[in-house]
């Protein structure tokens, strides 16, 4: 079963514009982890934000936790096309003795030039 | 530095057939984990193996079985394959659990059952 659910599950912006996907899981967790996929292929890792953090900053992208909404957000700035993909949180359920990430159902973002 | 390899990277396979699928994960990864992604879902946890055995395991039948070598690559078997079994199949190694670095993760084989 699936714990995270992203929200929106399809996003359409111009070329750069900010795009800003939410997360929402069920479980407490150790930390929470958001991947990029391009078009079916392996997933890339983008950034890691711990329980205990509640911003953290790479590059172009600014992820926010908030463990009592049980939520967390990705923001990209200044979009480019190449930003055109599928974007999947994840997180370790803490419960469940980790080793594996759950992850959600993705938010497709186009970027249009 | 070669990232996650996997292979093949597309197999067509006949229901009721069996099929192995090949990982070899990140220099200096020491755990492998297998999942499962279905067309326009998020991936699902299949197993993860370290030291040569399988540390943990997800939702998934006693069809789908893994190995993994001293070398730390690593194998996932499929038996009696069914139609549903078409999907994405994802190896990421990590550094110990990787939960608390991130995995890295292969492009994938792309498995349609027929």
């Known amino acids: 079963s699936q714990q995270g659910e992203e929200d929106p599950q399809a996003l359409s912006i111009q070329e750069g514009e900010n795009a800003t996907m939410n997360c929402s899981y069920k479980?407490?967790?150790?930390?929470l982890q958001w991947y990029r996929q391009n078009s079916g292929r392996g997933l890339v890792h983008l950034i890691l934000i711990r329980s205990n953090e509640r911003e953290k900053h790479s590059g172009r992208l600014r992820v926010t936790l908030d463990t009592s909404k049980k939520s967390s957000s990705l923001l990209i700035t200044a979009s480019r096309a190449a930003d055109t993909a599928s974007y999947f949180c994840a997180t370790d359920p803490h419960f469940q003795g980790a080793q594996k990430l759950v992850f959600g159902q993705g938010t497709r973002l186009t970027i249009n030039p | 530095d070669a990232g996650v390899t996997q292979s093949p990277t597309h197999l067509i396979k006949t229901r009721g057939q069996q099929v192995t699928l090949r990982c070899s994960p990140k220099?200096?990864?020491?755990?492998v984990s297998w999942y499962q992604q279905a067309l326009g879902q998020g991936p699902q946890f299949i197993f993860q193996y370290y030291e040569e055995e399988e540390r943990q395991r997800g939702n998934f039948p006693d069809r789908f079985s893994g190995h993994q070598f001293p070398n730390y690559s690593s194998e996932l078997n499929v038996n009696a394959l069914l139609l549903g079994d078409s999907a994405l199949y994802l190896c990421?190694?990590?550094?110990?659990?990787?939960?608390?670095?991130?995995?890295?993760f292969g492009s994938g084989t792309r498995l349609t059952v027929v």
């Open positions: 990421a190694s990590s550094w110990t659990t990787g939960l608390h670095y991130g995995y890295t």
């Open positions: 220099s200096g990864h020491d755990t």
């Open positions: 479980t407490s967790i150790n930390n």
